[in-house]
């Protein structure tokens, strides 16, 4: 089995819908994807009713979370929706996308970069506006050669330049109000030190002890050396371990399945699952 647990679509800041992200998910030669876009739920009716045959889709979301003035993203998996505590922050999050994006673009100004807001809503489209449009705006003027430079100290990345706070869950927070929606929590790209700062081992250790599930090693932003120390540190924590795409359409190098999850760890995460259960594929073309 291939199986890719971390994707992006249009519903935030992809650039696949979301029947186009799984119908190219079969065409890549995955058994399972997770559809786990910011924050956010709302493509998950479409992945559905477009899922081919011989896929199965986990459905998810990547929360945005802060610890101690740090950034954090975390993965949650099959959790029930509709959960109406869970449900509120996430849209407390969703609310605060638009005037934090604009907010950017008055600093990118005030820098000399001429964007404009209509340039970056054109760019996010119906999706959840956030960095990424803002960096994919930036490429079409010239001022970055990809999203991936714009997301360093100079413009983007955590403390940067033109960089804005956002409302952000607690991580302890995210991992109780999951669980209480019968979910699973996976802390996603924890060593990705060129987004910006990371938080320590002894945060991700308190962190699986309030619950917390796994982390994702298996990852575009991380190294061989950072993918081998946390592995040892999940080990020691008892934590499950992840790998995955991070797939956000043309708008990043990356290929949906070139980093993969093992099939023992899938299957426990669906155990450990009480809110929604996998969907599997009921008809379709395997093609894009």
């Not at 890549?28 to 477009?50: F, K, P």
């Not at 404009?116 to 506006?129: L, P």
Request: glycine share 12%; with cysteine; charged share 25%.
């Amino acid at each position: 089995m291939r199986i890719d647990l971390h994707t992006h679509s249009t519903a935030s800041d992809g650039t696949d819908s979301p029947a186009e992200l799984v119908r190219n998910a079969a065409a890549a030669g995955l058994d399972v994807v997770a559809l786990t876009d910011h924050d956010s739920t709302r493509g998950h009716a479409e992945a559905i009713a477009a899922l081919p045959d011989g896929l199965t889709l986990v459905t998810g979301a990547e929360l945005s979370c802060r610890l101690d003035g740090i950034g954090l993203h975390m993965l949650a998996y099959l959790f029930d929706p509709d959960e109406p505590e869970l449900s509120r922050e996430r849209e407390l999050v969703r609310d605060d996308r638009v005037p934090r994006a604009q907010a950017m673009v008055g600093k990118l100004r005030e820098l000399g970069v001429p964007v404009e807001w209509d340039q970056v809503a054109r760019i996010a489209g119906d999706g959840s506006v956030g960095r990424p449009h803002i960096a994919s705006a930036l490429m079409e003027l010239g001022v970055v050669e990809s999203v991936s430079d714009a997301f360093t100290p100079e413009w983007l990345a955590n403390g940067g330049r033109a960089y804005v706070d956002k409302h952000e869950l607690d991580p302890f927070d995210a991992i109780r109000l999951v669980k209480a929606a019968g979910g699973v929590t996976v802390f996603a790209h924890p060593g990705a030190a060129k987004r910006g700062d990371t938080v320590p081992e002894s945060a991700i250790a308190a962190l699986a002890a309030a619950g917390l599930d796994g982390i994702e090693v298996d990852h575009m932003d991380h190294d061989e050396q950072t993918r081998a120390r946390l592995r040892g540190l999940a080990a020691g924590l008892g934590l499950l371990v992840t790998g995955s795409s991070d797939y956000h359409g043309s708008r990043k190098t990356v290929r949906l399945g070139e980093f993969t999850t093992d099939p023992e760890i899938y299957g426990e995460i669906t155990r450990r699952a009480t809110g929604a259960f996998p969907v599997p594929g009921a008809g379709g073309s395997r093609r894009p």
